[in-house]
């Protein structure tokens, strides 16, 4: 089983600040299997990134994500109010399944 | 526009059954993977089951197999989950997605299993 490991835990930060997100496997996974998903509270994920760097459809410019083998990164350039949530990167690549632990964005 | 709304959730005791329903409209269901998810209470995501668009491949998480079974009717535009042998860490929110990575997914349904 792939393990994700997702950090920092908690992330606070302030409005318009950068924040950078690091998803990390047990082993490689294939950049064309890792998604990004975002859940606020009461919510259902919704998904930001697949396939590493691709923007789901209608996710503002200001998600990117990067990265490969064993190491991807998800970055909000700029964050908004509607920004603090919890986000969890996912792999698809591989049997089972697995999502990573999550890493919350709180405001500071 | 694309939307899964999930039904068939509610209080079970342990060992008992139960089946999951997700309404899917927007898109051609037997174009696409189905996926079902769990997020216990307070916790992380964790994948349980999905499917083929013909019905054609199922796969299911280590800690549901043999319980649980996937099915989907493309016709009626649904896919399913029969869970049977409940036990409390089944407990959570289940969520339908489409696709393995979770392109959309519905608002979920609420499997509680005590006594």
């Known amino acids: 089983e792939i393990v994700l490991t997702q950090s920092p835990g908690t992330l606070s930060l302030s409005p318009g600040e950068r924040a950078t997100l690091s998803c990390r496997a047990s082993?490689?996974?294939?950049?064309?299997?890792l998604a990004w998903h975002q859940q606020k509270p009461g919510q259902a994920p919704r998904l930001l990134i697949y396939?590493?760097?691709n923007r789901a459809t209608g996710i503002p410019d200001r998600f990117s994500g990067s990265g490969s083998a064993t190491d991807f990164t998800l970055t909000i350039s700029r964050l908004e109010p509607e920004d603090f949530a919890v986000y969890y990167c996912?792999?698809?690549?591989?049997?089972?399944?697995?999502f990573g632990g999550g890493t919350k964005v709180e405001i500071k | 526009q694309v939307q899964m709304v999930e039904s068939g959730g509610g209080l079970v005791k342990p060992g008992g059954s139960l089946r999951l329903s997700c309404a899917a409209s927007?898109?051609?269901?037997?174009?696409?993977?189905m996926s079902w998810i769990r997020q216990a209470p307070g916790k992380g995501l964790e994948w349980v089951s999905y499917?083929?668009?013909?019905?054609?491949?199922?796969k299911y998480a280590d800690s549901v197999r043999g319980r649980f079974t996937i099915s989907r009717d493309n016709a009626k535009k649904s896919v399913y989950l029969q869970m049977s042998s409940l036990r409390g860490e089944d407990t959570a929110v289940y969520y339908c997605?489409?696709?393995?990575?979770?392109?959309?997914w519905g608002q979920g349904t609420l499997v509680t299993v005590s006594s």
């Open positions: 997605a489409r696709d393995k990575r979770g392109t959309y």
């Open positions: 927007g898109f051609i269901l037997s174009d696409h993977y």
């Open positions: 499917i083929s668009g013909s019905s054609s491949y199922t």
């Open positions: 082993q490689s996974v294939d950049s064309s299997y």
């Open positions: 396939g590493a760097s």
């Open positions: 996912q792999q698809y690549d591989n049997l089972p399944l697995t």
